[in-house]
Every structure is written in structure tokens, then in C-alpha cells.
């Protein structure tokens, strides 16, 4: 059928017009393998066929044995706007080529000429810059008698060659356009009025926007209603928009099928669980199948307007309808009115297809289901802003008088009773049965392109300010100091030598030698050097080392500007070149090198769980002052750098943690974790657009990532685009449910082999916390590689911040489970929403949500969420290890206890077991059970040593008085961290007891020096404390400082009169 490219009244088509005819020449070279269609095939003669019009016959050509047939015909047809044949026509019809047995020539009788096979040659690409195409077209049987079976497995095609002089379009104007193609594969749930009725012809058509005002409408008519039965199969071809052909299989497009997917990854309605069974049942119900494509070209114009048309109003309507054919007559075609064709339309709906996702970045396909409803004029106007309808008000324009009734005249009669029952109850029917039609629109190129991997890496460049330049190297200055302290040392043993060979060895028997004595010895020594010669050749040796020093340590190679800057140098020079001497010489004589600087005692690791105690006691300088010496100890691994940007992104500047972020991604410039906390936190200080960056980057990066899809999801619903984030949602559920079914393969495959099944989980049991390249909280749910190795680095959470069990089953859950880690509150908020529309609260919903209340003190809200997660799961060690902490906050003591002392009991520990046993043993040390309290820290110990919990062993073993036990764990607290202020206090305390009155002494003036340190940087930290619930008074602290700690008077003695004034 041919489609019209413009409106009544003046033709503007949607493609770029050629401005004169170009002819199209077809040569069918020769046939091949053409005994498989038919083994008795002797002579035939091929046709050429276009757009419903014949362009000639080859002549008779007999077949040979091996099948092939030598044709060489040629014919053409013009390629031109204004004739039967524009580019609109070219782009979605196919060359028909039929293959003709001629049958012997009987007497008196012409010659039998039957159809053998037809072959379709695509054009399309001519209008991609192709001006000759080759191809060997497939040649697709025509169903012949019973009695003359052809070949199944036939293999026979076409070799043809078609060509033009010029290109049909530039490569201006084909870059500058789109292709679009419009796929409409079937209804379902149609209602139950409609029967297979050959007098039925069920249609559907929609318009594309045009250049300027017009528009082309897109006809699919002759849909096939199919009975009940099994579902159409996947994936199934694509059909021409073309008439019924001799061999059925011409019709299909080659190389283009329908696939199908899950209902879930579709852009349309009826995409949520609910809709599945209703999908099911229906496509195996009556429906109405074309499974035909539609392919149109949009030039620079039309495609601008179909940007401006999408933009301004959402939803194109499609109009479906089933058109009545009456019965034939005698064969002539009479004049019908208005009134008659008006009742040959039923059953009119519309669906509205949400075209919107086209303009997302990148898109350049939707296929969904889509309802069809009702048409009713004022609704399809609300919706489409298009007020008329293409079947009704614009019939001519797509000729369907003509295509409808061409066949036979219109019966003058009334139309029946049935006919009137059909009008009426079309409107109604769709709304009631369900109807919904499943059609694909698909672009050649995104109306919107995506940007580049490229572009992004050069936009976050510069988002990100370069960092410093490293520090010159080191290692050429330091050799050069060991070279100049070797020399001073050989020319020092040798001045010694002079001095020997002119006065002799001084023996320590013969006394001290007199200032006036020496002086004349260095008077006659320097006489000597200086009249021998030798003192020149030690400045000489020494001279290059000098130099050297210059070069490498100062850097120093050019000349200096002015007198004064050379004095100002030389001076420094000399101050340095002495000092060194001095170095060298004490070396020498002291027969001793000077060892070098110790190891640090603790590790990165330790560092860090240091800094979690901290943030626990709400001690927040001294959080962060261990999370800068983690950095310290190296500037280079990420993990430090994430870890104080998460502390900081919750507890101070948010300015401060984008710097954190921004040289974590310095270090590494495709560390998607990186790159999340950057756009996490440069949409907390509202920086948007760069967040979008990050977060486009991070999914280019990383397309497998579930938690990055789902974070730009939420960022996007954050700037109200929503089909931006309906859509990554929706691609991070369809990783999730691939990462799903890929565990449930795995366990399969390892219960039939008869082994126990090993989580793909990472266990948390074998990851000690704190660890640089691990989360001590990991994803409990199986990840894949790519995810396992950019998110697995998630920073170690504040405490406490239990991961939610069981393993999270939903992408906001596992969102969830990073944001915690980040202390990303906000987004933890939106997630978490997410999460409760999706499936209402679960356990992990509550158990996530009471922490963001415990974060920002809201009790009473925590309180609920742990009481109705409890309900839920009172099984689950986390749940009350939280409910104990919000106890210990609220100063309510013996309920924590309680909570505490079920935590431990479980067979499985919680996620934060370490502050458990932590504020467990110092409310046992409260109460003075220090038998149980040094059994609680002496496990603390055991899982996580820190200063804080040998602190609480050497606590209870000295109220025990088992003061050699309470020494060493007093010890291993000190080594761990040195300034404790209570650790000293009570090693003073232990070495009073034993008599040590020196030690003591020390150990005391320790304790006051780093208690008035501790006082004077955090100032009011008790009175905080205090307020935090933290226990003052008593024993221990779990803090860096001393408070609470009481003075006792044998450190009164200890200080003397000064001290105690």
C-alpha cells in the first residue's frame, strides 16, 4: 500500500526532495540452486516488480543441471517527488522479484506460466550513501498442489545488482536526518465481538510530524485475528508494509525480528508485577497480530519538529479500528456518501504512546504495551493537543475508500441490525476488555546524543582542580648529605692522623690538657696543613661534595640575580654545611650512627577503628585528627581519602569532603566510588550540574553497576526527570534481576553436583574491619565482578551501621547498604522512600531508617522503627545491638545491658560487635562486675584490639588487683595509642602500688601533660559526652582524654608542694 506524504491540499513530504528524477537501475543477474525448489524445473524467467507496479519480464531461460539460470536483465524505475515512487516509498518497500516456470508448450494451447519463488531486495540502503548494492536474495517458495511438493529445505536465490548514477542523498543530508521505524507487533485482550471475519480488516495508524505543518501518517492495516491458542513465538520476523504475496516467507524483513524482553525493561504501561498475570493469559488469548515495520526518513527539518512536538506534548495518540468490507457486487465501483463510509469504521480506539523517553540522552528506542481506550474527541485532545482523527475527519488521506472498497459497490441497503450493535458497543468494549496494543519506536541515531566517555573524563577534568606538584625526589638529596657526611668523616681521620704524627696520642691518665696548650697545638697544626699543602687538597675534597649539596638539596643551578641573594644563600649554606659537620663528626667520635626513627606500633587499620571509637563518643577532633594521620601514613591510598570524606560529609564541612572525594579521584580517575561520593556531595552543596557529570560518568564507566544506575536515578528524580529515572531504574533492576538469576544458576548447579553451595557473598566474618581494600559491612547480596571490585571499597561506616539482613533483594536496599557506609543521609532518605512504595517496610527498611534517626537524635522516631523491626525479626543481632545503643544514649543502662547481653548470645555476631562489647564492659565496670567486664573486653580484644579495649582489661584486673595482668594490658594500650591520659593515670597508679616511686612519678607527669593537651583542644568534650550518654566519674571513658578521671591523693604526694599549690 502506498502511503501519501502530505496533507489535502499541498504535498510537502517529511524527506529531503530530489530535485530531479534519478533513476534506479536493477540488474537480476542469474538464479541459483533452483532444483531445490522444484527438481522438474526446466525454463523460467524472472519478473521485476516495485511499489505495485510491473517493470518488466526476462526473457526464457533454461535452468541448468547444477539449478542456476543466467538471466542478465535489466530494467529501472525513477526515484522522484513528484511521481509514483519518493524517497518515503523507497525507504520502506522492498523490490519484488518472482520467479516464473514456463511449462512445455502444448498444441493449440499457450504456455503454462506458473509462479515458482519470490525474493525481496531492501533499498534502504541507497539512501544511506550506497550508489551500487550486490546482494543474493533468498527465493521463498510459492505454495503449490498436494500433488507437486516442493523441496523444504530449498536454498535457491537471486543474484541482483541495483544502482543510480548519484546519491539518492548527500552525506550532509543523511547525518543531518533520521531514520525512523515504526514496529507494531499486536493487540491483545481484544474484546470478544470481533471474529474472523474476511469481510473485517483490522487497522491502525499514527502520524509523524513532517517539515513545517504536515504530517505523514503511518497505515498498518490487514491484522490477523488469531484464536486462542499458544503465544506468538520469539523472536518471531518483521513484515513489509506490503499486500499478500504469492510465498508468505517474502514478507518477511531480512535480518529484523522481534525479541520480546521482560515486561519490566519495556517503556510502556502494564510494566509492574501486578500486570504479569494479566500479560500472560492475554497473549495466549484472541488477539490481533501484524508484526509489521514501517520505515520512514526525516530530514534536519522534520526531525527538529519532531524534537518540538515531543516537548511540547507527551503522548501520540494511535488510532486502532476494525473497517467493514460489504460484499461484492457485479463488479463495478459506485460513488458511496459520507454517511455510508462513516459505518463501515467500529470498534475506533486510541492508544497514547509516551514518546518523552526520546528525548532522554541516548535513547533511541521504546517498546512497550500500551491501553487502548475509547476514542473520545475531547480526551484525545487533552492529551495529544490533536483534534482530529485519522480514520474519521482524515480519511482521504490515506485513501481508504479506495484501499476498503475497490473491490465491489456499496449495498444501497440499510445497514444491519448487527452493524448498529457493533457502533454502539465499540464504545465501550476496550475500556472493559483490557485491550492494549505492544508496538517499538526506534531511531536510527538518539534524538539527543549521549555524551561521550571522552567528553566526561575532559569535563571532570576540569571540575576538579589539578592537584600540587609532587615534591622533588628525595632520594638524590639524601645521598648526597651521606655522600658530604662520608667525606667530613675521612678528611676528619685524617687531620686526626696529622695531629697524632705532631704531638702524639693523648693517654686519659696524663690529665687535662690546659686552653693555652691546645690553642698553640691547633696553631702548629694549621701552620703545618697549610705549608704542606694538605689543607688545600681537603678543601679540593671535599669541594664537590659541596657542590653537589648545592644541586640536588637547594636545587640551585643558575646564577644569582643580585649580591644580597648570593650572601643571603651562602649563609644558609653555611649554617647547613656546619650543622652536618657537627653531625658527621659526633658520629665519628662517638663510635655510635644514629638509629633511625622507629616503626609506627599501629596500622592504617587500627587507625581507623581508633577514629570509629571517637565518632562513637562523639570525640569528633580526635576522629579526625586519627583519620589524618591514617592519610598520612599514605597520601596515595584512596581509602583513606574516602573514609575522612565520609566522616566529614556527616560530621563537618561539606566542602571539606569534596576535597577528600576530589584527590581520592585524582588518585584514580576511573574509581567509580570516587566518582559517586562526588556527585553525592555536589548535590549537597547544590552543585547539580557537576553532579550529573559524575554520576553519567560513573554509569558510562561502570554499565554494569547497580548502585550507580540507581544513585543517578535518584539524582534525576531529585531535578523532577523523572523519565530520565524511571529509566535508570529500570536498567538497575534489570542488572539486579540478571545478577539474581545468575546466583540461582550457580546454587543449582552446585546442588546437583552434590556440594554445599558457597554464597558468592563476601563473608564480613573473614574481613577485619577497617581493612584499605575492604568494607568490614559488605553487600551481603551476591555482586558481580565489575561491581565487586569498584564497590567493595565502600568507606568503613561511622558507627554504628548495621547492614540490614537479609541480603537486600531489591536495588534501593542495595543502594542503601553503600550510602550508610558513606554517611550519605539524603540520599538514604530517598531510597529508603523508594523502597517503601515499591514493597512496603521490610526488616532492612526499618533497621535502615532507625539508623538515619540515631544519626540526627531523633529517639522517639528510632525507638519505633526498632520496635517494629524487632517484630518482624527478633532474631537478627543487629537489630538489637541497635536498640542497645539507643539505650546507652538515653542513659537508660540496664536496658542496654539487656540488649547487649542478647547480642552476644547469638551464634551470629552483629556488623558492629566491637562497640558492643565495648559499652557492655564499661557499664559492667559501672556497676563494679569487673569479673564479667574483663571477660567482655578481653573478647573486644580479641576481635579488634584498640587502646580502649585493653584499657578496660587493665581497668578490671587492677579492681581485681591482679596488677601484673593489669600492667601488661596497660602496656599494650599505651603502645597502641600513647596518649591516653588514662592509660597513664593508672600505669602511675600500678607502679605506686608496687613501690616503683620513680615510675610513678613518670607516669603521672605524662598524665597531666596529656590531659591538659586533651583539655585544651577539645574544650568542652566532657560536658558533650555527658550530654551523649557517655559515662563520667567511673573508671573509663572511651575517649582520648581524662576525664572523669579521679586525681588520687597519692599524686598529691607525688607532686610535692608545687603541685598540690
Avoid at 534506479?24 to 531445490?36: E, G, M, P, R, S
Avoid at 704531638?503 to 703545618?528: A, I, S, V, W
Avoid at 547544590?686 to 553497576?705: G, N, R, V
Avoid at 546437583?752 to 568490614?776: A, F, L, M, R, V
Wanted: negative net charge; glycine residues 6%.
Amino acid at each position: 500500500m502506498e502511503v501519501p506524504a502530505g496533507l489535502p491540499g499541498g504535498k510537502e513530504p517529511a524527506l529531503p526532495s530530489v530535485s530531479q528524477p534519478i533513476p534506479v537501475h536493477i540488474t537480476v543477474v542469474n538464479a541459483q540452486d533452483l532444483k531445490t525448489l522444484k527438481s522438474s524445473v526446466l525454463v523460467t524467467l524472472v519478473r521485476v516488480e516495485y511499489n505495485g507496479a510491473v517493470l518488466g519480464d526476462s526473457s526464457k531461460t533454461h535452468v541448468l543441471p547444477d539449478g542456476t539460470a543466467e538471466y542478465d536483465f535489466s530494467t529501472s524505475f525513477e526515484c522522484s517527488p513528484d511521481g509514483p515512487n519518493p524517497l518515503d516509498v523507497l525507504v520502506q518497500k522492498p523490490l519484488l522479484l518472482t520467479v516464473l516456470e514456463v511449462g512445455p508448450k502444448e498444441r493449440k494451447k499457450p504456455e503454462k506460466i506458473t509462479p515458482l519463488a519470490q525474493a525481496v531486495v531492501d533499498l534502504l540502503p541507497l539512501l544511506q550513501g550506497v550508489r551500487s548494492l550486490k546482494v543474493f536474495a533468498p527465493l521463498y517458495a510459492v505454495p503449490a498442489s498436494p500433488s507437486e511438493m516442493l523441496h523444504p529445505e530449498a536454498t535457491g536465490g537471486l543474484e541482483v545488482i541495483v544502482s543510480t548514477k548519484e546519491l539518492l542523498l548527500s552525506a550532509t543530508q543523511f547525518s543531518s536526518g533520521n531514520l525512523l521505524s515504526i514496529t507494531l507487533e499486536a493487540a491483545y485482550s481484544v474484546p470478544t465481538a470481533f471474529t474472523c471475519d474476511t469481510q473485517q480488516n483490522y487497522m491502525a495508524c499514527l502520524q509523524i510530524p513532517a517539515a513545517g505543518e504536515k504530517e505523514l501518517p503511518l497505515l498498518f492495516k490487514n491484522g490477523i485475528l488469531k484464536a486462542d491458542g499458544e503465544k506468538e513465538p520469539l523472536p518471531r520476523p518483521k513484515n513489509w508494509p506490503i499486500g499478500p504475496l504469492l510465498a508468505p516467507g517474502a514478507l518477511n524483513i531480512p535480518d529484523s525480528f522481534i525479541v520480546g524482553g521482560p515486561y519490566e525493561d519495556e517503556d510502556g504501561e502494564l510494566t509492574k508485577s501486578e500486570d504479569r498475570e494479566f500479560r500472560i493469559q492475554a497473549e495466549s488469548m484472541k488477539r490481533i497480530v501484524w508484526d509489521t515495520e514501517r520505515r520512514c526518513f526525516l530530514d534536519a527539518a522534520a526531525v527538529a519538529v519532531l524534537q518540538k512536538r515531543i516537548a511540547e506534548c507527551r503522548y501520540w495518540p494511535v488510532e486502532v479500528c476494525r473497517m467493514y468490507i460489504p460484499s461484492a457486487g457485479k463488479g463495478k465501483i459506485t460513488k458511496i456518501d459520507k454517511g455510508d463510509e462513516d459505518k463501515q469504521i467500529a470498534f475506533h480506539g486510541v492508544a497514547y504512546v509516551n514518546m518523552v523517553h526520546l528525548l532522554c540522552p541516548g535513547v533511541k528506542q521504546i517498546r512497550g504495551a500500551f491501553r487502548v481506550f475509547n476514542y473520545e474527541d475531547s480526551e484525545v485532545f487533552e492529551k495529544t493537543k490533536i483534534q482530529h482523527s485519522i480514520f474519521r475527519d482524515r480519511r482521504s488521506q490515506l485513501s481508504l475508500a479506495r484501499e476498503v472498497l475497490r473491490s465491489s459497490p456499496v449495498s444501497k441497503a440499510a445497514p444491519s441490525k448487527a452493524q448498529k450493535e457493533e457502533k454502539d458497543l465499540g464504545t465501550t468494549q476496550y475500556n472493559e476488555a483490557g485491550t492494549f496494543l505492544v508496538m517499538e519506536i526506534k531511531l536510527d541515531r538518539p534524538l539527543v546524543p549521549k555524551r561521550l566517555r571522552e567528553e566526561l573524563v575532559r569535563r571532570i577534568k576540569e571540575l576538579i582542580p589539578p592537584r600540587p606538584a609532587l615534591p622533588p625526589r628525595t632520594e638524590g638529596a639524601r645521598k648526597v648529605v651521606e655522600d658530604y657526611h662520608k667525606r667530613v668523616t675521612s678528611i676528619a681521620v685524617d687531620i686526626l692522623k696529622e695531629y697524632h704524627e705532631l704531638f702524639g696520642k693523648q693517654l686519659p691518665d696524663q690529665g687535662t690538657m690546659d686552653h693555652e696548650t691546645l690553642e698553640e697545638q691547633k696553631r702548629q697544626l694549621n701552620y703545618e696543613l697549610n705549608t704542606s699543602g694538605k689543607y688545600f687538597a681537603f678543601k679540593e675534597q671535599l669541594k664537590y661534595s659541596v657542590v653537589k649539596i648545592v644541586r640536588e638539596k637547594y636545587l640551585k643551578t643558575t646564577a644569582f640575580e643580585t649580591k644580597e641573594q648570593l650572601q643571603e644563600f651562602l649563609s644558609e649554606l653555611y649554617v647547613y654545611l656546619v650543622d652536618h659537620m657537627h653531625i658527621a663528626l659526633n658520629k665519628l667520635l662517638s663510635g655510635e650512627d644514629v638509629s633511625p626513627a622507629p616503626p609506627p606500633c599501629t596500622t592504617r587499620k587500627q587507625l581507623w577503628l581508633f577514629a570509629r571509637e571517637a565518632e562513637a563518643n562523639k570525640d569528633f577532633k580526635l576522629a579526625s585528627l586519627f583519620y589524618k594521620q591514617r592519610i598520612a601514613r599514605d597520601q596515595r591510598s584512596i581509602q583513606s581519602w574516602l573514609d575522612y570524606g565520609a566522616f566529614c560529609l556527616l560530621y563537618e564541612d561539606a566542602t571539606k569532603a569534596q576535597e577528600c572525594f576530589q584527590q581520592a579521584l585524582c588518585l584514580d580517575r576511573q574509581h567509580i566510588q570516587s566518582l559517586l561520593l562526588c556527585g553525592i556531595v555536589a548535590v549537597k552543596l547544590q552543585h547539580y550540574e557537576e553532579a550529573e557529570i559524575f554520576f553519567e560518568d560513573a554509569c558510562c564507566l561502570e554499565p554494569s553497576s547497580i548502585i550507580a544506575w540507581t544513585l543517578s536515578g535518584l539524582f534525576y528524580e531529585l531535578q523532577n526527570n523523572d523519565i530520565q529515572a524511571e529509566r535508570n531504574f529500570r536498567e538497575a533492576k534489570k542488572l539486579l534481576r540478571a545478577q539474581l538469576e545468575e546466583e540461582r544458576r550457580i546454587l543449582e548447579a552446585a546442588e546437583g553436583e552434590g556440594k554445599k553451595p558457597s554464597s558468592p557473598s563476601t563473608d564480613p566474618e573473614k574481613i577485619p574491619p577497617g581493612s584499605p581494600d575492604k568494607s568490614p559491612e559488605v553487600v551481603e547480596c551476591v555482586t558481580p565482578k565489575e561491581e565487586a571490585a569498584a564497590l567493595q571499597e565502600a568507606p568503613e561506616a561511622s558507627c554504628p551501621a548495621p547492614g540490614p539482613q537479609p541480603p537486600p533483594c531489591t536495588i534501593f536496599m542495595k543502594t542503601v547498604e553503600f550510602l550508610m557506609k558513606v554517611n550519605a543521609v539524603q540520599f538514604v532518605h530517598k531510597a529508603l522512600a523508594h523502597e517503601l512504595l515499591q514493597g512496603g517496610p521490610t526488616f532492612a527498611y526499618y533497621l535502615a531508617l532507625a539508623w538515619t534517626h540515631l544519626l540526627e537524635e531523633d529517639f522517639p522516631s528510632c525507638e519505633e522503627c526498632l520496635s517494629e523491626a524487632i517484630r518482624i525479626n527478633p532474631m537478627n543481632p543487629n537489630v538489637w545491638a541497635q536498640k542497645g545503643h539507643l539505650c546507652y544514649l538515653q542513659k537508660d543502662f540496664d536496658k542496654a545491658k539487656d540488649c547487649y547481653e542478647r547480642v552476644i548470645s547469638f551464634v551470629e555476631d552483629a556488623v558492629d560487635i566491637h562497640f558492643v562489647y565495648l559499652r557492655l564492659g564499661s557499664i559492667y565496670l559501672e556497676e563494679k562486675e569487673y569479673g564479667r567486664a574483663k571477660q567482655i573486653f578481653l573478647l573486644a580484644c580479641d576481635n579488634s584490639a584498640s587502646c580502649l579495649t585493653w584499657l578496660g582489661v587493665g581497668i578490671a584486673c587492677y579492681r581485681l588487683e591482679e596488677m601484673l595482668e593489669a600492667e601488661d594490658a596497660l602496656s599494650e594500650a599505651n603502645a597502641l595509642n600513647n596518649t591516653n591520659a588514662e592509660v597513664w593515670g593508672y600505669l602511675a597508679l600500678i607502679c605506686l602500688q608496687g613501690g616503683r616511686q620513680l615510675e610513678a612519678e613518670q607516669c603521672y607527669k605524662y598524665t597531666v601533660k596529656v590531659r591538659v593537651r586533651a583539655l585544651g583542644a577539645a574544650g568542652s568534650t566532657a560536658q558533650r559526652q555527658q550530654g551523649q550518654g557517655c559515662r563520667g566519674g567511673g573508671d573509663v571513658t572511651e575517649t582520648g582524654g581524662a576525664q572523669g578521671l579521679e586525681v588520687p591523693g597519692a599524686f598529691l604526694e607525688l607532686e610535692g608542694p608545687e603541685g598540690r599549690e
